[in-house]
């Protein structure tokens, strides 16, 4: 028994060491009164009577930190378990929300952006590990809004002065896509929606690249683009069947939320995939627009670097000679080959430039160059200029009188 | 004047930055290793030029002058900056002979080549060393006589140009930004009775319960300014730092009028907006790899690229479609000088 330790009731110093369903317990011996047990005592109790409490818990730590940078903590910690990630995470994620409280400007914020600065710690965290998690999902797992976390990131960026490496889209199509309920039958999914997930992965990674490499991801959130390629992937993987379903009931299917700007990107991606078709032979016959084109995905994917190349111009010369595509063509594709003798003769569709869509639209008005006007600052201020902007005693009345009106008015509630 | 005081001052250091070692640098785009360098924003050039013609623009008025210090190095694969301290001396001599002269920052590669039609700018990436041999054949060009230009590796260093704010001369972009907006502020030392003002002016609005100033409005030149009881006023709206304050000024007699005892001290700008498009697209992603000490890339966010230069200190926002915005200058010149500082960089992406 340790000594010093006395049952609180009787006062006896019989206390005897018992476990009730595998919660040890301190029993006192003669009134039976638990002196130590799980929930039922406070950890200062349980210190006092020599039994073991988890560090975190323990109030030698409390000292040294605030309740609230407690609670934070414990935040923080909670978060990386829902996140499911690895324990080294915790840590790391912990040291910078201990690192960020002791600068002046966050210890004195308001609870808001303490609360706020749990999320931007862990995203920090997961940042630097590649670990693909993006501020919207934080911001819905902490209720916040995005401008003010998208503040007290750039704050805490700033003041830390971390390098935080940017989203690694790879690693996000693949958590996202793994995401889609759409890989198992199920009473509410048809057998033709289900696909296989490492297919529809791989596919739409190279979809993503393609975007990536046309200006459609610069600049702009990554999410709804991955959506717009999953989306075509998943319907140019078994296209008759799959062709009548729109992008927001596919998402529906998936029960995932559809992003507004996904339909947009899935736009532009099948109008950059159909400038890709112009440039093959076979498919310039076809005449396809952007519903048919998704049939032919896999021919696109297969041939993009060529196609992006000879589809688009960016400067230089336009002389990509057709052997590559003759070579190419003519291993996979013999029966055509009549064909396509015939059709090479004929140019293909002059390039496009290669560049963002904001720079393809034309601009919505003209900027005028401004006039060099030979301001000196130094000029007269003619009187009338500035009278002009003066009320007359009379309107000061009238505007009196207005706004004294207009004041009586509010106050007296309307009529029905 | 807004224009002579200031302009002694800045030839007086434009001199003195002019007679500063300054690097010259070459360096081309595939050796990524030296954009790591810490000075790294300021000190790349990589001098894929396709288009010799436009880099030189006409009205430099035979600037250019090549130092004969250089020390005959093979231009071909230069992964890091060249002769560190090679002074232009001759350029010293040159400088008198311009009228119009711009101001440039020591660490900047200034491509001042000469405007003759086959100056052999030919410096793409990888060329062979070749093609330096024929960098100066226009030498005649110049006022000035070209030295020794055996060696292949002299790129003239610029000229330092004394500002004229009125006419901006570009240094190697032919790209000069454009001032949107001028932020300035002044003291009217006196008390002022924000509701009598807002009762006396038409073009004024008050809401004390949203905030604890008078926003007035004048038309000409087009500006907005906030009047606070201590008698300070910040004006904003302006387009050129004359117009502010003239601006500035005009708020000051309104409030005269009302009765105040208005005087008009201590006038000075806080900051300067500009703008400009560089005209083709640039890759953010990859920008904000190389220069990361220096640039924010958030996409969730912003669809723009923070980057906060250092010297000077000025933020430049950076979009995808080649649209550039800087801020946080307090001079004109030092939005000049930011985006001159910037545009090899971005050029670096031109062909990407």
Same mark, same amino acid.
């Given at each position: 028994?340790?000594?010093?330790?006395?049952?609180?009731?009787?006062?006896?110093?019989?206390?005897?060491?018992?476990?009730?369903?595998?919660?040890?317990?301190?029993?006192?011996?003669?009134?039976?009164?638990?002196?130590?047990?799980?929930?039922?005592?406070?950890?200062?109790?349980?210190?006092?009577?020599?039994?073991?409490?988890?560090?975190?818990?323990?109030?030698?730590?409390?000292?040294?930190?605030?309740?609230?940078?407690?609670?934070?903590?414990?935040?923080?910690?909670?978060?990386?378990?829902?996140?499911?990630?690895?324990?080294?995470?915790?840590?790391?994620?912990?040291?910078?929300?201990?690192?960020?409280?002791?600068?002046?400007?966050?210890?004195?914020?308001?609870?808001?952006?303490?609360?706020?600065?749990?999320?931007?710690?862990?995203?920090?965290?997961?940042?630097?590990?590649? @670990?693909?998690?993006?501020?919207?999902?934080?911001?819905?797992?902490?209720?916040?809004?995005?401008?003010?976390?998208?503040?007290?990131?750039?704050?805490?960026? #700033?003041?830390?002065?971390?390098?935080? *490496?940017?989203?690694?889209?790879?690693?996000?199509?693949?958590?996202?896509?793994?995401?889609?309920?759409?890989?198992?039958?199920?009473?509410?999914?048809?057998?033709?929606?289900?696909?296989?997930?490492?297919?529809?992965?791989?596919?739409?990674?190279?979809?993503?690249?393609?975007?990536?490499?046309? @200006?459609?991801?610069?600049?702009?959130?990554?999410?709804?683009?991955?959506?717009?390629?999953?989306?075509?992937?998943?319907?140019?993987?078994?296209?008759?069947?799959?062709?009548?379903?729109?992008?927001?009931?596919?998402?529906?299917?998936?029960?995932?939320?559809?992003?507004?700007?996904?339909?947009?990107?899935?736009?532009?991606?099948?109008?950059?995939?159909?400038?890709?078709?112009?440039?093959?032979?076979?498919?310039?016959?076809?005449?396809?627009? #952007?519903?048919?084109?998704?049939?032919?995905?896999?021919?696109?994917?297969?041939?993009?670097?060529?196609?992006?190349?000879?589809?688009?111009?960016?400067?230089?010369?336009?002389?990509?000679?057709? #052997?590559?595509?003759?070579?190419?063509?003519?291993?996979?594709?013999?029966?055509?080959?009549?064909?396509?003798?015939?059709?090479?003769?004929?140019?293909?569709?002059?390039?496009?430039?290669?560049?963002?869509?904001?720079?393809?639209?034309?601009?919505?008005?003209?900027?005028?160059?401004?006039?060099?006007?030979?301001?000196?600052?130094?000029?007269?201020?003619?009187?009338?200029?500035?009278?002009?902007?003066?009320?007359?005693?009379?309107?000061?009345?009238?505007?009196?009188?207005?706004?004294?009106?207009?004041?009586?008015?509010?106050?007296?509630?309307?009529? *029905? | 004047?807004?224009?002579?005081?200031?302009?002694?001052?800045?030839?007086?250091?434009?001199?003195?930055?002019?007679?500063?070692?300054?690097?010259?640098?070459? /360096?081309?785009?595939?050796?990524?290793?030296?954009?790591?360098?810490?000075? /790294?924003?300021?000190?790349?050039?990589?001098?894929?030029?396709?288009?010799?013609?436009?880099?030189?623009?006409?009205?430099?008025?035979?600037?250019?002058?090549?130092?004969?210090?250089?020390?005959?190095?093979?231009?071909?694969?230069?992964?890091?900056?060249?002769?560190?301290?090679?002074?232009?001396?001759?350029?010293? $001599?040159?400088?008198?002979?311009?009228?119009?002269?711009?101001?440039?920052?020591?660490?900047?590669?200034?491509?001042?080549?000469?405007?003759?039609?086959?100056?052999?700018?030919?410096?793409?990436? $990888?060329?062979?060393?070749?093609?330096?041999?024929?960098?100066?054949? $226009? $030498?005649?060009?110049?006022?000035?006589?070209?030295?020794?230009? &055996?060696?292949?590796?002299?790129?003239?260093?610029?000229?330092?140009?004394?500002?004229?704010?009125?006419?901006?001369?570009?240094?190697?972009?032919?790209?000069?930004?454009?001032?949107?907006?001028?932020?300035?502020?002044?003291?009217?030392?006196?008390?002022?009775?924000?509701?009598?003002?807002?009762?006396?002016?038409?073009?004024?609005?008050?809401?004390?319960?949203?905030? /604890?100033?008078?926003?007035?409005?004048?038309?000409?030149?087009?500006?907005?300014?906030?009047?606070?009881? &201590?008698?300070?006023?910040?004006?904003?709206?302006?387009?050129?730092?004359?117009?502010?304050?003239?601006?500035?000024?005009?708020?000051?007699?309104?409030?005269?009028?009302?009765?105040?005892?208005?005087?008009?001290?201590?006038?000075?700008?806080?900051?300067?907006?500009?703008?400009?498009?560089?005209?083709?697209?640039?890759?953010?992603?990859?920008?904000?790899?190389?220069?990361?000490?220096?640039?924010?890339?958030?996409?969730?966010?912003?669809?723009?690229?923070?980057?906060?230069?250092?010297?000077?200190?000025?933020?430049?926002?950076?979009?995808?479609?080649?649209?550039?915005?800087?801020?946080?200058?307090?001079?004109?010149?030092?939005?000049?000088?930011?985006?001159?500082?910037?545009?090899?960089?971005?050029?670096?992406?031109?062909?990407?």
């Amino acid at each position: 028994m340790p000594s010093g330790s006395r049952c609180p009731d009787c006062g006896s110093s019989e206390l005897v060491e018992d476990s009730h369903y595998s919660q040890s317990q301190l029993v006192c011996s003669d009134c039976g009164c638990v002196v130590t047990e799980g929930t039922l005592t406070t950890t200062f109790n349980d210190e006092g009577n020599l039994r073991e409490v988890t560090y975190s818990r323990s109030t030698g730590e409390n000292e040294q930190v605030s309740r609230s940078q407690q609670r934070d903590l414990r935040r923080v910690r909670d978060l990386c378990r829902i996140l499911k990630l690895p324990t080294t995470f915790e840590d790391t994620a912990i040291s910078y929300y201990q690192r960020a409280y002791q600068l002046s400007g966050i210890r004195a914020a308001r609870l808001q952006k303490k609360e706020v600065l749990v999320g931007c710690c862990v995203l920090i965290t997961c940042r630097q590990h590649n @670990w693909p998690l993006t501020m919207g999902a934080i911001c819905t797992l902490l209720y916040a809004d995005l401008d003010v976390f998208s503040g007290t990131y750039m704050q805490l960026v #700033k003041l830390l002065g971390l390098d935080v *490496p940017a989203l690694c889209l790879a690693d996000l199509v693949k958590s996202y896509c793994s995401s889609f309920r759409l890989f198992q039958a199920s009473p509410s999914i048809p057998a033709k929606y289900v696909e296989d997930k490492d297919k529809m992965l791989s596919r739409t990674l190279l979809l993503v690249e393609l975007a990536n490499e046309t @200006w459609l991801v610069t600049g702009r959130h990554p999410l709804p683009v991955i959506t717009a390629a999953t989306f075509l992937a998943w319907q140019s993987l078994r296209p008759s069947a799959r062709l009548t379903c729109s992008l927001a009931q596919f998402c529906k299917l998936a029960n995932v939320d559809l992003p507004y700007p996904a339909a947009s990107r899935l736009q532009e991606l099948l109008a950059v995939l159909l400038r890709m078709a112009s440039q093959l032979a076979w498919l310039r016959v076809l005449k396809l627009d #952007k519903r048919t084109v998704v049939k032919h995905i896999a021919d696109l994917l297969q041939h993009r670097h060529m196609l992006v190349r000879m589809a688009f111009r960016d400067g230089t010369a336009e002389g990509e000679t057709q #052997k590559q595509q003759q070579g190419e063509q003519g291993q996979r594709e013999e029966a055509e080959d009549s064909t396509f003798d015939v059709l090479e003769r004929k140019r293909p569709a002059s390039p496009a430039p290669l560049l963002p869509p904001c720079m393809l639209k034309p601009p919505k008005r003209s900027h005028p160059t401004p006039s060099v006007s030979a301001v000196t600052g130094d000029e007269n201020i003619s009187d009338s200029e500035i009278e002009q902007y003066l009320r007359t005693p009379q309107e000061v009345r009238d505007f009196q009188r207005a706004q004294a009106a207009s004041q009586a008015a509010k106050s007296v509630p309307n009529p *029905p | 004047m807004v224009g002579s005081p200031l302009m002694e001052e800045e030839e007086d250091m434009y001199l003195d930055l002019f007679l500063d070692p300054y690097t010259v640098q070459d /360096a081309f785009p595939p050796a990524m290793s030296h954009l790591f360098s810490p000075r /790294a924003p300021l000190d790349v050039y990589p001098l894929n030029l396709s288009n010799p013609e436009a880099v030189f623009s006409p009205h430099f008025g035979g600037v250019k002058e090549t130092s004969s210090d250089f020390s005959s190095v093979d231009l071909s694969f230069l992964p890091d900056e060249l002769a560190q301290d090679s002074k232009d001396q001759a350029v010293t $001599g040159n400088r008198h002979e311009t009228e119009q002269s711009r101001k440039t920052q020591d660490q900047q590669c200034q491509l001042q080549l000469p405007g003759g039609e086959d100056s052999g700018l030919s410096l793409n990436n $990888g060329s062979s060393p070749g093609s330096h041999a024929h960098l100066y054949p $226009g $030498g005649a060009a110049f006022n000035q006589p070209s030295p020794e230009k &055996s060696s292949s590796d002299s790129l003239p260093v610029a000229s330092i140009v004394s500002m004229t704010p009125m006419n901006p001369v570009p240094e190697c972009s032919g790209i000069v930004p454009q001032l949107q907006n001028v932020v300035s502020t002044a003291n009217l030392a006196c008390k002022l009775d924000l509701r009598k003002i807002a009762l006396s002016a038409k073009n004024t609005e008050y809401n004390p319960k949203r905030f /604890a100033a008078v926003i007035m409005r004048i038309r000409e030149p087009r500006t907005t300014a906030l009047l606070f009881s &201590s008698g300070k006023v910040v004006c904003t709206g302006a387009k050129s730092e004359e117009e502010s304050r003239l601006a500035a000024r005009k708020y000051a007699r309104v409030v005269q009028k009302l009765g105040f005892p208005v005087k008009f001290f201590n006038f000075k700008i806080q900051n300067m907006v500009g703008s400009c498009d560089v005209k083709f697209p640039i890759r953010l992603e990859i920008l904000a790899l190389t220069h990361r000490q220096f640039s924010s890339y958030e996409p969730e966010l912003f669809p723009g690229l923070i980057y906060k230069m250092v010297r000077p200190q000025v933020v430049l926002l950076i979009f995808a479609s080649g649209k550039v915005v800087l801020t946080g200058a307090k001079e004109r010149s030092e939005i000049y000088e930011a985006f001159e500082n910037m545009y090899p960089i971005l050029e670096s992406f031109k062909k990407t």
